[in-house]
């Protein structure tokens, strides 16, 4: 039997991929994007304006489920964005921008949502959050931080929601091919700068590892294994075998060892 899902930023990327893959497996797929008129029109499934930065947009959004009379079965909080730059030199409106896009914004809907998914008995939040989150990256310290409070946070929704058989498992993507890196928000390569040589490297290695990262269905079918699952577990990692690894190292090294190794594959 198929599941009602909802499926944040769903016009690209992995969003898009897992949305038409669920589609195609029978699921009733509603996606949301902030602008669908800018997208050609989903030929599988439907999709809705949905800016999670705006709280009048998730009322709209949550009204207009509602006045369809639908139940959610699954929601998968995918939509997000990426940020470079040393910590230094990162705008604080703009971190605070992609703490609102990363973290409060998908709080603020699995709140509007959650009475919708008591109503289903097969209810599931997929949080996607990125093995970014699993360590401190340079150059990348704002991402890593608002996925790692996603992540945690989703710990602690998981034993909230447990007495409502509501079933809560994050999915930490990788390196995938995907259009991230074009739509990232990039601190500037200062000239003068004490990180303009390090930063412009390193900003060159995490576009390559995007350009060579793995087919986005790949998670797309480990979601909807999740979705499945009756008791599926809190953390799931997607990607390729390196990355995955990186997170086990973290927990087996002493920790001036593992720094040394993001240091040498950042190169600096």
């Not at 940020?83 to 699995?110: M, S, V």
């Not at 704002?142 to 996603?150: D, E, H, L, M, T």
């Not at 007495?163 to 390196?175: C, E, L, M, Q, Y």
Request: with cysteine; glycine share 6%; proline share 5%.
């Amino acid at each position: 039997m198929g599941f009602t899902i909802v499926i944040t930023g769903a016009s690209s990327g992995l969003g898009k991929a897992t949305a038409n893959f669920l589609a195609q497996k029978g699921h009733k797929v509603i996606g949301t994007c902030r602008q669908p008129d800018a997208y050609a029109t989903p030929e599988n499934f439907e999709m809705l304006a949905l800016d999670m930065n705006l709280p009048e947009s998730i009322e709209q959004f949550t009204q207009k489920i509602q006045s369809q009379k639908q139940k959610i079965d699954v929601l998968i909080n995918n939509a997000g964005v990426g940020i470079t730059g040393p910590a230094e030199e990162i705008k604080l409106d703009a971190i605070r921008q992609h703490f609102e896009t990363n973290f409060f914004g998908p709080i603020a809907l699995t709140q509007a949502l959650l009475p919708l998914l008591r109503l289903s008995k097969q209810a599931c939040i997929v949080n996607v959050t990125s093995i970014a989150g699993y360590s401190g990256l340079p150059f990348r310290s704002i991402y890593s931080a608002s996925k790692s409070a996603f992540s945690i946070f989703s710990e602690a929704l998981r034993m909230e929601l447990r007495s409502a058989n509501i079933r809560v498992a994050t999915i930490a993507p990788g390196d995938y091919a995907t259009a991230i890196a074009t739509r990232r928000h990039h601190a500037p390569v200062k000239k003068g700068s004490a990180y303009e040589t390090i930063y412009g490297a390193a900003l060159a290695t995490m576009d390559d590892h995007v350009d060579s990262g793995s087919d986005p269905i790949i998670i797309a079918q480990q979601i909807e294994k999740i979705i499945h699952h009756p008791h599926p577990k809190v953390h799931y990692l997607s990607g390729k075998w390196l990355q995955k690894f990186s997170v086990t190292l973290k927990g087996i090294l002493p920790s001036r060892w593992y720094e040394k190794l993001l240091r040498n594959h950042y190169k600096i």
